[in-house]
């Protein structure tokens, strides 16, 4: 089995693109295969700069490893298109030399453009040059006229597709165009740097979206011209967004930096992935990269295009989250995160607020409550910080001023400890003869500045003693 991921550098990768990519990684590691990544870049007006290491970036960063491609090597290589042009210009005249399925087209530009705007969608390219007779066409290549080299589609009849999601796709051959092959400039376009890359690569499987599944109709004919024999397809449904739209990096921001900036982990978004067009016999809903290995199959992959429902993406990431904070290697990368996020939000203050024994006990604290680490700062950011109190807010009892004191006094007669805390709070309400939920409360307020902190007793251990004494000093002021 060998695969291949081969996205083209025109930005940030795409979800689906990354779904494509872990499919493909995870079909190849199921069947001990050997998964290749490959870089489409030919179509060079919509090449960004720097995308392609950034493509290669995040799919590392995702978990999806590559056997062979770019920055890694391989006896199939070059691995990146601009650098194989030469095996395209060397299959493209072979093809033109042997006059059966190709020919050379001399049609300006101009005149192209011209039937686009007039007659493309009811008939596509009028294969005014297919006619040319082979002395013509010698004549035009002498004289140095400026051609490209087009596919010669059967004009009638059906061509086959054997799809292994969508079974078979019959495609009528009137209904498909004359495809360009290479370009006037030397460069091939993606229907044949296709088709030569996966046959030199041996590639044994395509896996690829849904959009390409007509196009296949063209590859097969190419395939038939050289008498290769073609891979096993599969196109994977397309993703929508919740109200059934094709899901749109411009419109839908649905390319993996967006989640990978805003705090996903990279477990939970490879879950979330898998899931997308994929449903496990045993219905299972949680994976790790390793469970997925041993249980995917493209048996599951449904025709149906699927919705990126992003609550569920976040709920996923909360088990994740939950799940990496119970390993050593694990809660480490989470600290690193969130140290990060500190800095980024201004909140980064003294070394002993931002050491890794303070940070494992804020996630012990926020376990369940938050999932994505740049939420942290925002959402508790009385770990850090003091609140900024004002007296309507604050002072939810009549003698606030005074239960806060009564506190004040047990907190700086206790241990820093919980249960010592929890005792001083507890003799405090019986002290003032209130409801302990409303001392609780009271004391919330001046220590966290909210009602709907997670638990008060272990933010005050957390904080220590000092920082809980100087917050309630300056609500009692306030009360006052």
């Known amino acids: 089995?060998?695969?291949?991921?081969?996205?083209?550098?025109?930005?940030?990768?795409?979800?689906?693109?990354?779904?494509?990519?872990?499919?493909?990684?995870?079909?190849?590691?199921?069947?001990?295969?050997?998964?290749?990544?490959?870089?489409?870049?030919?179509?060079?007006?919509?090449?960004?700069?720097?995308?392609?290491?950034?493509?290669?970036?995040?799919?590392?960063?995702?978990?999806?490893r590559f056997d062979e491609g770019p920055n890694i090597g391989g006896k199939f290589g070059p691995y990146i298109q601009s650098e194989r042009l030469k095996h395209y210009q060397q299959y493209s005249r072979q093809l033109v030399q042997e006059q059966h399925s190709v020919y050379c087209c001399f049609c300006t530009a101009e005149r192209l453009q011209s039937m686009r705007s007039q007659s493309w969608a009811t008939g596509g390219y009028d294969r005014r040059c297919r006619t040319l007779s082979t002395k013509q066409a010698s004549e035009y290549l002498q004289m140095g006229l400026p051609h490209t080299v087009r596919l010669k589609i059967p004009e009638d009849g059906v061509t086959t597709v054997v799809d292994q999601i969508y079974g078979e796709v019959h495609v009528p051959n009137n209904t498909v165009d004359d495809q360009i092959l290479m370009k006037s400039d030397g460069y091939p376009t993606y229907h044949f740097a296709n088709v030569v890359d996966d046959h030199q690569m041996e590639i044994s499987h395509v896996?690829?979206?849904?959009?390409?599944?007509?196009?296949?109709?063209?590859?097969?004919?190419?395939?038939?011209?050289?008498?290769?024999?073609?891979?096993?397809?599969?196109?994977?449904?397309?993703?929508?967004?919740?109200?059934?739209?094709?899901?749109?990096?411009?419109?839908?921001?649905?390319?993996?930096?967006?989640?990978?900036?805003?705090?996903?982990?990279?477990?939970?978004?490879?879950?979330?992935?898998?899931?997308?067009?994929?449903?496990?016999?045993?219905?299972?809903?949680?994976?790790?990269?390793?469970?997925?290995?041993?249980?995917?199959?493209?048996?599951?992959?449904?025709?149906?295009?699927?919705?990126?429902?992003?609550?569920?993406?976040?709920?996923?990431?909360?088990?994740?989250?939950?799940?990496?904070?119970?390993?050593?290697?694990?809660r480490q990368e989470l600290v690193l995160g969130l140290q990060k996020c500190l800095k980024e939000s201004g909140l980064y203050v003294e070394s002993r607020m931002v050491s890794d024994s303070y940070l494992e006990q804020v996630f012990q604290l926020l376990e369940g409550r938050i999932s994505l680490l740049p939420k942290i700062p925002s959402e508790a950011s009385y770990f850090w910080r003091d609140p900024v109190p004002n007296r309507e807010g604050l002072c939810v009892v009549n003698n606030a001023a005074q239960i806060l004191g009564t506190i004040a006094i047990k907190l700086d007669q206790c241990e820093d400890s919980w249960e010592a805390i929890h005792a001083a709070l507890k003799s405090a309400a019986a002290e003032a003869c209130m409801p302990y939920s409303l001392v609780m409360l009271q004391c919330r307020l001046a220590i966290t500045g909210t009602k709907n902190s997670t638990g008060l007793v272990g933010v005050m251990a957390t904080i220590g003693k000092e920082v809980s004494q100087r917050r309630l000093q300056t609500a009692i002021s306030l009360c006052q």
């Open 1 to 64: 089995v060998r695969v291949r991921f081969a996205p083209s550098p025109t930005g940030a990768l795409h979800l689906g693109g990354a779904r494509t990519a872990l499919y493909n990684y995870l079909f190849a590691k199921a069947n001990n295969g050997r998964c290749v990544l490959r870089i489409e870049d030919t179509d060079t007006e919509r090449n960004v700069p720097g995308s392609a290491q950034q493509l290669q970036e995040s799919l590392k960063w995702l978990g999806v």
């Open 207 to 330: 896996f690829r979206g849904e959009e390409w599944l007509l196009s296949t109709a063209k590859h097969l004919t190419l395939y038939k011209a050289f008498g290769w024999e073609p891979p096993t397809f599969a196109h994977l449904p397309l993703l929508r967004s919740s109200t059934g739209e094709k899901l749109s990096k411009r419109k839908h921001n649905a390319h993996l930096e967006h989640y990978r900036e805003r705090g996903f982990l990279p477990e939970a978004l490879v879950n979330f992935l898998a899931l997308l067009g994929w449903s496990p016999k045993s219905g299972q809903e949680i994976f790790t990269m390793d469970c997925l290995v041993q249980s995917f199959s493209m048996e599951g992959v449904s025709k149906r295009g699927v919705a990126v429902d992003e609550a569920k993406l976040e709920w996923m990431n909360g088990l994740h989250f939950k799940r990496k904070s119970q390993s050593e290697r694990g």
